[in-house]
């Protein structure tokens, strides 16, 4: 949900009924890529038709690449952003893993790339649904990661993707929901040229691959300088709040929408907490006011930004809260969900933190309805959790356990059954 | 180890600091691209060894008077031979493994033409450079004579103008172009076309004297005055059938056929005022499946006539153009194939009809018939040869045009030892050399194009003796190897059908003697033109610049140029060439050069 800023430009903007993938060619337009490349697949397809469609009728001046996979299509705009230009592409699931390392290269090298992510489950079994796991395999490449809620958000998160990667000299991924949003219509702003224009000046590099003046680029680094590299992509991505911050507020004052890094919801007096994010937020929110309604002290933190995780932001908003709880359409294996992971690290050295409970909920696409949340927030209202100083200073004891058997069921205590009968587990028990 | 003052001072990524032209990676190399134009097979192919690719690339540039002036080096006829010539240049393209050849005699028509509406002339013999020889211009303006006003000796004419030479051209009737004129009918070559292309070599200063025929009206001595002499008269005599029944009115030789139907409107017995009307000749029979019997059959047709073809093999056995054959059955002309004529039938003197026999069946069958053409070849009148060598099938001649001495096992004694002095059996001191080409000559094909190229021939011998210059190569640079269509990387074509001819409707062809075909609009010659594969001619693609993976090829005005400092030598320029215009060169074997200023 975005924030309507009063003091926005005045402009007749279009308005299109559009699918996701459609908002994120619109949005790659608007930005005025130089290159692109890229490698179908489902459900991201569409991005790439409606780009390449758009290349061949002149109406965006970009050289697309078609290559024969997705490893191919990071390795030519890690080539094209050396030169200096802007560059795009999108993927999903295991074209985002065959990435996987020019990934890496991409952020290691500092280019702006932008790109869209669909979320959609890892194999096997097959599977084209959403879910978070592709994305968040890739959560310590160094590339900035956003994860919005609407077709409206796609589109002017793709253009703030540039601003920020720009100016931080760090790739970024905005990532979608699987059909949530991919095959979603919306009706969808498009933004005036012009002020896309004036809010997203053209790309100057400070550094560029010229062939008339010939560097090596990305050569052997001993480890007397290794770590210093290492140790500025880190600083540029701890200290991005204000850049990105700036970038938003920005955004608002031109178009009349902003969205936060992250989005507090009914929080002020609320006791328990649902952390959420990408598209089960609109669910959870008509969910929080029918728990309001009902009197329950219940509210919601959105996290829009996963990388880089805005630990502050966290804290601020948890400050003090008694129950938080996690929604996670993703599973660690062996750890548990990682938005939850994140949030426990983030709250870990803060005094005044309540338990973090994660919830897993959604994989491979299964719907997570208000009944889902519902489930979620009646658990996390009352499950009984150790209180503070029961140990006494001794260590616990380890629960007895037994190994799984495959084909088991998840042991009593472990999981919960929501209303309408879906499953949710507790990624990791309290 | 380099250190730096503060974090601040490294780049913040894997970055060199100096530049990388130190490393000089061409030292890996043990092989090396080198840019290497070969010849296209349509400029082999060619007799007249026309630049085919270079003015195709030259219209596909929009550059028409370039393309017209490179076309015109090598053929002083483009309107004409893109509409009679046999194009063996479209036979050896090598598109044609691709989809179809490119119709390069279409696109040759269109230049001819473009530059007859244009009225463009051309640059005069003063330029300093003379491409058409690579050779400087004769300082000395000397004179030469021409017997003949065909092809050969107008092409002959014309090279020699374009070296700066004096000439005089010699016809023995009262218009020029020889067979061009008279043996080829108004709708494959309409009269203004011919006389627009050779009124050009007029406006170069070449005299053409019409009405002297060589034997007759000119002597030996009278071309004494000359420095040399170039023979092209031509092959006007028709042989006989050998069949009873020949003599007399109602058979035609082919040659005199046609010239009567060339003859100015109105002019001939043949023809009623317009095309349509034959007076007197219903039903025609023409003998022989050359051009000429093509050229005949459809005329009469044009004529009113019904048309029978007798031929003695097969269709596919016919001399004549294939695309001839086609049009001329198309206009409904009948083909009896394997059939021979046995006697002419007549009653009271007229022809009334053919006796013939098939040779497929041994039948004998009697063609009703009022006019018999014949058309089964061509010999030379050498009546005008001193000592009457009528006998002669015709004029020895070696590859530079000279006249041999058939009496001394064809080789020339010295270059003014020549048939015409020993049958004469005297020596007259003053005598010029003699050259011969076209249709008179013994071992040039009886064709427009073989005729220009023997004129052109002629030219380069002549120069060579007067100006006692080296031999130069026939065709083409010396030593090219020919671009064959496995040297090509067709990855980078698109299958294109070849751009078509408007031609006018079938009832129309036949009411009159307008030509049929349409030449190109600009549009339609860009569009053939760019079908040209440029085989193993660099035209500045970008390919090899563009895969370099070493960026060691740059890009000039000159053309490109390969940092062999870094290249490694990989071959992916070669490979990846379209047209077969790079190629690897090992170094070792070829020198080796560098690998020596390593060494030292």
């Given at each position: 949900?975005?924030h309507?800023t009063?003091?926005a430009?005045?402009s007749?903007?279009?308005k299109?009924?559009?699918?996701?993938?459609?908002?994120?060619?619109?949005?790659?337009r608007l930005?005025?890529v130089?290159v692109?490349?890229a490698y179908?697949?489902?459900?991201q397809?569409?991005?790439?038709?409606?780009?390449s469609?758009?290349?061949?009728?002149?109406?965006?001046?970009?050289?697309?690449?078609?290559?024969?996979?997705?490893?191919?299509?990071?390795?030519?705009?890690i080539?094209?952003?050396?030169?200096?230009?802007?560059?795009?592409?999108?993927t999903?699931?295991h074209?985002?893993?065959?990435?996987?390392?020019m990934?890496h290269?991409?952020?290691?090298?500092?280019?702006?790339?932008?790109?869209?992510?669909?979320?959609?489950?890892?194999?096997?079994?097959?599977?084209?649904w959403?879910?978070?796991?592709?994305?968040?395999?890739?959560r310590?490449?160094g590339?900035?990661?956003?994860y919005?809620?609407?077709?409206?958000?796609?589109?002017?998160?793709?253009?703030?993707?540039?601003?920020?990667?720009?100016?931080?000299m760090?790739p970024?991924?905005v990532?979608l929901?699987?059909?949530?949003?991919s095959?979603?219509?919306?009706p969808v702003?498009i933004?005036d040229?012009?002020?896309v224009?004036?809010?997203?000046?053209?790309?100057?590099?400070?550094?560029?691959?010229?062939?008339?003046?010939?560097?090596?680029?990305?050569?052997?680094?001993?480890p007397?300088?290794y770590?210093?590299?290492?140790?500025?992509?880190?600083?540029a991505?701890?200290?991005?709040r204000?850049?990105i911050?700036e970038a938003?507020?920005?955004?608002g004052?031109?178009?009349?929408r902003?969205?936060?890094?992250v989005?507090?919801?009914?929080?002020?007096?609320?006791?328990?907490v649902?952390?959420?994010?990408?598209t089960?937020?609109?669910?959870?929110r008509?969910?929080?006011?029918?728990?309001?309604?009902?009197?329950?002290?219940?509210?919601?933190?959105k996290?829009?930004?996963?990388?880089?995780?805005?630990?502050?932001?966290?804290?601020?908003y948890?400050?003090?809260k008694?129950?938080?709880?996690?929604?996670?359409?993703n599973?660690?294996?062996?750890?548990?969900?990682?938005f939850a992971?994140e949030?426990?690290?983030?709250l870990?050295n803060?005094?005044?933190?309540g338990?973090?409970l994660?919830?897993i909920?959604g994989?491979?696409?299964r719907?997570?309805?208000?009944?889902?949340?519902?489930?979620?927030?009646n658990d996390?209202?009352?499950?009984k959790?150790?209180s503070p100083g029961?140990l006494?200073?001794?260590?616990p004891e380890?629960p007895?356990?037994?190994p799984?058997k495959?084909?088991?069921?998840?042991p009593?205590?472990?999981?919960?059954v929501?209303p309408?009968?879906?499953?949710i587990?507790?990624?990791?028990?309290? | 180890?380099i250190?730096?003052?503060?974090?601040?001072?490294?780049?913040?990524?894997?970055?060199s600091?100096?530049?990388?032209?130190?490393?000089k990676?061409g030292?890996?190399?043990y092989?090396?691209?080198?840019?290497?134009n070969?010849?296209?097979?349509?400029?082999e192919g060619?007799?007249?060894?026309?630049?085919v690719?270079g003015y195709?690339?030259?219209v596909?540039?929009?550059?028409?008077?370039?393309?017209?002036e490179?076309?015109?080096?090598?053929?002083p006829?483009?309107?004409?031979c893109?509409r009679?010539?046999y194009?063996?240049?479209e036979?050896?393209c090598?598109r044609?493994f691709?989809?179809s050849?490119?119709?390069?005699?279409?696109l040759e028509?269109f230049?001819g033409?473009?530059?007859?509406?244009?009225?463009?002339e051309?640059p005069?013999?003063?330029?300093?450079k003379?491409?058409?020889?690579?050779?400087?211009?004769p300082?000395?303006?000397?004179?030469?004579?021409?017997?003949?006003?065909?092809?050969a000796?107008?092409s002959?004419a014309?090279?020699l103008?374009?070296?700066?030479?004096?000439?005089?051209?010699?016809?023995?009737?009262?218009a020029?172009?020889?067979?061009?004129?008279s043996g080829i009918?108004?709708?494959?070559?309409?009269?203004e076309?011919?006389?627009?292309?050779i009124?050009?070599?007029?406006?170069?200063?070449?005299?053409?004297?019409?009405?002297?025929r060589?034997?007759k009206?000119?002597?030996?001595?009278?071309?004494?005055?000359f420095?040399?002499?170039?023979l092209?008269p031509?092959?006007?005599?028709?042989p006989p059938l050998?069949?009873?029944?020949?003599?007399?009115?109602?058979?035609?030789?082919?040659l005199d056929?046609?010239?009567?139907?060339?003859?100015p409107?109105?002019?001939?017995?043949?023809q009623?005022?317009?095309?349509?009307?034959?007076?007197g000749?219903?039903?025609?029979?023409?003998?022989?499946?050359?051009?000429?019997?093509?050229?005949?059959?459809?005329?009469?047709?044009?004529?009113?006539?019904?048309?029978?073809v007798?031929?003695?093999k097969?269709?596919?056995?016919m001399?004549a153009?294939g695309?001839?054959?086609?049009?001329?059955?198309?206009e409904?002309?009948t083909l009896?194939?394997?059939?021979i004529?046995?006697?002419?039938?007549?009653e009271?003197?007229?022809?009334?009809?053919?006796?013939?026999?098939?040779?497929?069946?041994?039948?004998a069958?009697?063609?009703?018939?009022?006019?018999?053409?014949?058309a089964i070849?061509?010999s030379?009148?050498l009546?005008?040869?001193?000592?009457g060598?009528?006998?002669?099938k015709g004029l020895?001649?070696?590859?530079?045009?000279?006249?041999?001495d058939?009496?001394k096992?064809?080789?020339?004694?010295?270059?003014?030892?020549?048939?015409?002095?020993?049958r004469?059996?005297?020596?007259?001191?003053s005598?010029?050399?003699?050259?011969?080409?076209?249709?008179?000559?013994l071992?040039?094909?009886?064709?427009?194009?073989d005729a220009?190229?023997?004129?052109k021939?002629?030219?380069?011998?002549?120069?060579?003796?007067?100006?006692?210059?080296?031999s130069?190569s026939?065709?083409?640079?010396p030593?090219?190897?020919?671009?064959e269509?496995?040297?090509l990387?067709?990855?980078?074509?698109?299958?294109?059908p070849?751009?078509?001819l408007?031609?006018?409707?079938?009832?129309?062809?036949?009411?009159?003697?307008?030509?049929?075909?349409?030449g190109?609009a600009?549009?339609?010659?860009?569009q053939?033109?760019?079908r040209?594969?440029?085989?193993?001619?660099?035209?500045?693609c970008?390919?090899?610049?563009?895969?370099?993976?070493d960026?060691?090829?740059a890009?000039?005005p000159?053309g490109?140029?390969?940092?062999y400092d870094?290249?490694?030598?990989c071959?992916v320029?070669?490979?990846?060439c379209?047209r077969?215009?790079?190629?690897?060169?090992?170094?070792?074997?070829?020198?080796?050069?560098?690998?020596?200023e390593e060494?030292?």
């Amino acid at each position: 949900m975005s924030h309507t800023t009063a003091e926005a430009k005045k402009s007749s903007p279009l308005k299109k009924v559009l699918m996701g993938n459609h908002a994120v060619s619109w949005g790659a337009r608007l930005c005025r890529v130089k290159v692109i490349s890229a490698y179908p697949i489902t459900p991201q397809t569409q991005v790439v038709e409606m780009l390449s469609e758009m290349c061949a009728k002149g109406e965006l001046d970009a050289k697309f690449i078609p290559v024969e996979s997705e490893h191919s299509a990071m390795a030519a705009l890690i080539g094209a952003a050396s030169t200096g230009v802007r560059t795009f592409t999108a993927t999903s699931s295991h074209g985002l893993l065959l990435m996987h390392e020019m990934i890496h290269w991409a952020a290691g090298a500092r280019l702006p790339i932008v790109m869209a992510e669909v979320n959609r489950a890892i194999g096997p079994g097959w599977n084209i649904w959403a879910d978070q796991g592709d994305s968040l395999s890739q959560r310590d490449t160094g590339w900035m990661q956003c994860y919005v809620e609407s077709n409206q958000e796609v589109l002017d998160t793709i253009i703030q993707g540039y601003k920020i990667a720009e100016t931080l000299m760090m790739p970024l991924m905005v990532v979608l929901d699987a059909f949530y949003l991919s095959h979603t219509y919306e009706p969808v702003e498009i933004p005036d040229q012009s002020l896309v224009d004036e809010y997203l000046p053209p790309y100057t590099p400070p550094q560029i691959l010229d062939p008339a003046h010939p560097h090596a680029f990305g050569g052997l680094v001993p480890p007397e300088h290794y770590m210093e590299m290492r140790y500025k992509m880190q600083e540029a991505l701890e200290r991005a709040r204000p850049v990105i911050e700036e970038a938003d507020g920005e955004f608002g004052k031109i178009f009349g929408r902003s969205y936060g890094l992250v989005e507090p919801y009914r929080l002020e007096d609320a006791e328990a907490v649902l952390v959420t994010s990408a598209t089960a937020t609109g669910t959870a929110r008509t969910v929080i006011d029918r728990f309001r309604n009902e009197g329950k002290k219940v509210g919601l933190l959105k996290i829009r930004l996963f990388r880089p995780f805005p630990t502050d932001l966290i804290r601020r908003y948890l400050h003090g809260k008694k129950r938080i709880g996690v929604l996670d359409r993703n599973i660690g294996f062996g750890a548990g969900g990682i938005f939850a992971q994140e949030v426990k690290a983030a709250l870990c050295n803060y005094p005044e933190r309540g338990p973090v409970l994660d919830y897993i909920a959604g994989l491979g696409g299964r719907d997570i309805t208000p009944a889902t949340i519902s489930a979620i927030l009646n658990d996390l209202l009352e499950r009984k959790l150790p209180s503070p100083g029961q140990l006494r200073g001794h260590p616990p004891e380890l629960p007895p356990q037994k190994p799984c058997k495959p084909g088991g069921v998840p042991p009593e205590g472990a999981g919960i059954v929501s209303p309408d009968g879906e499953m949710i587990w507790i990624g990791v028990r309290p | 180890m380099i250190h730096f003052s503060s974090r601040d001072k490294m780049p913040s990524f894997a970055l060199s600091l100096g530049t990388t032209l130190v490393n000089k990676t061409g030292t890996w190399r043990y092989v090396r691209p080198l840019y290497r134009n070969l010849l296209p097979p349509c400029q082999e192919g060619c007799p007249a060894g026309e630049p085919v690719q270079g003015y195709l690339d030259l219209v596909r540039r929009e550059a028409y008077r370039q393309a017209w002036e490179l076309l015109v080096q090598a053929n002083p006829f483009p309107a004409v031979c893109g509409r009679v010539c046999y194009h063996p240049c479209e036979t050896a393209c090598n598109r044609h493994f691709f989809d179809s050849s490119v119709k390069i005699h279409h696109l040759e028509r269109f230049l001819g033409d473009l530059a007859l509406e244009k009225g463009w002339e051309l640059p005069p013999p003063s330029a300093s450079k003379e491409a058409a020889f690579g050779k400087e211009i004769p300082g000395a303006s000397r004179e030469i004579a021409i017997v003949g006003s065909g092809p050969a000796g107008l092409s002959c004419a014309y090279f020699l103008a374009r070296l700066g030479y004096r000439l005089t051209v010699f016809e023995a009737l009262s218009a020029p172009g020889g067979m061009l004129a008279s043996g080829i009918p108004e709708y494959r070559l309409p009269k203004e076309v011919l006389s627009g292309e050779i009124s050009r070599l007029s406006l170069m200063g070449v005299k053409i004297v019409t009405g002297a025929r060589f034997g007759k009206d000119l002597s030996l001595e009278d071309l004494g005055r000359f420095q040399a002499v170039f023979l092209a008269p031509g092959a006007p005599l028709a042989p006989p059938l050998q069949i009873p029944g020949e003599e007399g009115e109602g058979v035609l030789s082919g040659l005199d056929f046609l010239d009567q139907v060339n003859l100015p409107r109105g002019a001939s017995p043949l023809q009623a005022p317009a095309a349509g009307s034959m007076p007197g000749h219903s039903q025609v029979l023409v003998i022989g499946g050359g051009n000429t019997a093509m050229d005949c059959a459809r005329s009469a047709r044009r004529l009113g006539a019904q048309v029978t073809v007798v031929y003695r093999k097969t269709r596919s056995q016919m001399p004549a153009i294939g695309e001839e054959v086609e049009d001329a059955l198309q206009e409904g002309v009948t083909l009896l194939e394997s059939t021979i004529p046995l006697r002419i039938l007549r009653e009271e003197g007229r022809v009334v009809a053919l006796e013939c026999k098939s040779l497929l069946t041994g039948e004998a069958s009697t063609l009703p018939a009022d006019l018999i053409v014949t058309a089964i070849g061509q010999s030379p009148d050498l009546s005008f040869l001193p000592g009457g060598a009528g006998s002669l099938k015709g004029l020895s001649i070696d590859q530079q045009g000279r006249v041999l001495d058939e009496d001394k096992g064809g080789a020339p004694r010295d270059p003014q030892g020549l048939l015409l002095e020993s049958r004469t059996g005297s020596r007259p001191g003053s005598r010029p050399p003699f050259f011969a080409g076209g249709d008179a000559a013994l071992s040039i094909p009886r064709r427009v194009v073989d005729a220009i190229a023997s004129g052109k021939r002629g030219a380069l011998g002549i120069y060579q003796l007067l100006e006692s210059r080296e031999s130069a190569s026939e065709s083409g640079p010396p030593g090219l190897t020919v671009a064959e269509y496995s040297f090509l990387n067709t990855v980078y074509f698109a299958k294109t059908p070849p751009t078509p001819l408007q031609r006018i409707a079938m009832e129309e062809r036949l009411k009159s003697f307008r030509e049929i075909e349409r030449g190109y609009a600009l549009q339609a010659a860009g569009q053939e033109a760019l079908r040209c594969f440029s085989c193993g001619v660099c035209n500045s693609c970008d390919n090899c610049w563009l895969f370099c993976p070493d960026t060691a090829i740059a890009r000039t005005p000159e053309g490109y140029v390969i940092a062999y400092d870094y290249c490694k030598g990989c071959g992916v320029c070669v490979r990846e060439c379209p047209r077969g215009a790079m190629t690897m060169e090992e170094e070792l074997n070829s020198g080796g050069a560098w690998l020596k200023e390593e060494m030292r």
